[in-house]
């Protein structure tokens, strides 16, 4: 059985979006600048149909993150910012081939057939909380790792329940001053990590932990 | 004209000190976890009279941070953990030969005369703020630098008034779940950070930050 991990920027304040997320910047006032050290970089780069990313640390630390994924998981505002009844139009923001290539489970109250992409991504929309969504990747991952997407809370959701094995946390070197904590809530003592492996570059320093059971 | 620094331990999840901070510990809640990696180092062991430290990449950071020293600035609550008038016969938490050896600058509103310790160690209280703080200190300093001790308010105040030139923070990999952050409110554009390097040990990632002016 694969892992269970997750992989979030934070800047040095502990903020994985900026304050003030709308519409048009969901990342909140200068939230972009977190993800500079992934946006620029090569895998990232192939993955969204440009070539011209860079070869570097970087993007190693994304094509690692991607390389044996089975399945993802993603909170319903990642798939399309809204919330109540889910719209059948709606494909996502990724396009016809999203970077994703495996199953996509999304967490949501609302119904929805899957969805269908090319390059190999489905949209499978779960109702019954993150337990039973868990499952059906792991089931569709097999041998692979589940990869939570995103946000933040959803992350969080999996680390309190015990769930997560495994997570990186890109820490950019900026200060946001407000915004969505990545973190909060989650102490005091019930969640013990190794501090397994540090990978540091001007853009963003990688932090991996794994969480001790 | 040396640098100014300082050297803080966070929390994963951005606390300085855990949940309930009070007089018998003022940490906090879990707190004290924080600091393990620097109290099991020979280099902390040795200023503190003991011989059975670990020889260790965290030691080295710890020698490092005190290598260059001419003067330290210090919160008034680091000094006595009070409020109000200070007590005259109050010597500090550190014995008779306190682990600085060189002059400590006390910000706090309250008069007091200079304190003279053994080895090379005075407390000197200063009513008129934190430019004046660090002038006296640098002053004192001469070539070498001037290191902000704690706590982390204190810290924040010179890194908002753009007069740190270099902190370094070291992560613990821990979760505290609340109490005392450590770069709140700093946001958001008005610091900008250059990653400098980072010093992974499994009890801490030493992050080390240039500000860019």
Redesign the interface.
Known sequence: MGKVTFNITM????YSA??NPRADEPLG??GERLHEWALRSAAWRETHGYEDGAEDRNSEIVRESTANVGAYLMGRKMFDGGEGPLDESWHGWWGENPPYGVPVFVLTHHEREPLEMQGGTTFEFVNDGIEPALERARAAAGERDVVIAGGADVAQQYLRAGLVDEFQ?S?A??????GV?????????E?A???D??V??????H?R?RVVR
Chains 1, 2 share one sequence.
Do not use: F, Q
């Open positions: 800047s040095l304040d502990g900026g304050p006032d200068g946390v820490v070197p900026i200060l946001l001053g407000g904590r990545l973190l909060d809530g989650l102490g005091n003592d969640i990590l190794e501090a492996r540090a540091h570059t001007p853009e963003a320093t932090l932990y």
